[in-house]
T-cell receptor, first 112, second 115 residues
Framework: EAQVTQNPRYLITVTGKKLTVTCSQN?????MSWYRQDPGLGLRQIYY???????DKGDVPEGYKVSRKEKRNFPLILESPSPNQTSLYFC???????????FGPGTRLTVL | AQSVAQPEDQVNVAEGNPLTVKCTYS??????LFWYVQYPNRGLQFLLK??????LVKGSYGFEAEFNKSQTSFHLKKPSALVSDSALYFC?????????????FGKGTRLSVIA
């Protein structure tokens, strides 16, 4: 089944404790992206990747890192999480940057 | 920079009535436009897109959208609403005239279809 998977689905952590949210797609898509969803703000893009080893900042990159060492994986790294990063995070992929995106199920992160 | 506006936070419609969810956009070049739907506790699902061609685009679940260049709008429509259409709807735009630009989403419109 074609899908985007994210892990973990739920995470509660404390300020400053480094964490990684994994994202993987099995559709051989070139384009991958991370978003955060906050009430009243819609979806905001954190980082995106047009292809392996190519990443670019989105609208809200501060406090986040990404890497794209292989096509299928696009992990999101929070080196020192803070409470304002409490949010619902979505990973997405598409064939290219101009095609419709397929979204993962989301990761709900709470930073205390 | 591109932007998209969904002027209504909430739209209520009776089952069987037509529905419209509004979206306007701003780009410097030509737009790629998308509609996505989010059901409770789920990720976003693609509904339809406009890239070029016919201004009326048909998508999943009986939805359609009309691209209007002069009004910079891309409203989502359905002739007869179902209770199961109740969800959060997002419009998104990408400016294809400005190099590598991200996909920008609106803030979402919550559609409530009442039986």
């Amino acid at each position: 089944e074609a899908q985007v998977t994210q892990n973990p689905r739920y995470l509660i952590t404390v300020t400053g404790k480094k964490l990684t949210v994994t994202c993987s797609q099995n559709m051989n898509h070139e384009y991958m992206s991370w978003y955060r969803q906050d009430p009243g703000l819609g979806l905001r893009q954190i980082y995106y990747s047009m292809n392996v080893e190519v990443t670019d900042k989105g609208d809200v990159p501060e406090g986040y890192k990404v890497s794209r060492k292989e096509k299928r994986n696009f992990p999101l790294i929070l080196e020192s999480p803070s409470p304002n990063q409490t949010s619902l995070y979505f990973c997405a992929s598409s064939l290219t940057g101009y095609n419709e995106q397929f979204f993962g199920p989301g990761t709900r992160l709470t930073v205390l | 920079a591109q932007s998209v506006a969904q002027p209504e936070d909430q739209v209520n419609v009776a089952e069987g009535n037509p529905l419209t969810v509004k979206c306007t956009y701003s780009v410097s070049g030509n737009p790629y436009l998308f509609w996505y739907v989010q059901y409770p506790n789920r990720g976003l699902q693609f509904l339809l897109k406009y890239i070029t061609g016919d201004n009326l685009v048909k998508g999943s679940y009986g939805f359609e959208a009309e691209f209007n260049k002069s009004q910079t709008s891309f409203h989502l429509k359905k002739p007869s609403a179902l209770v199961s259409d109740s969800a959060l709807y997002f419009c998104a735009v990408r400016d294809i005239g400005s190099g590598n630009t991200p996909l920008v989403f609106g803030k979402g419109t919550r559609l409530s279809v009442i039986a």
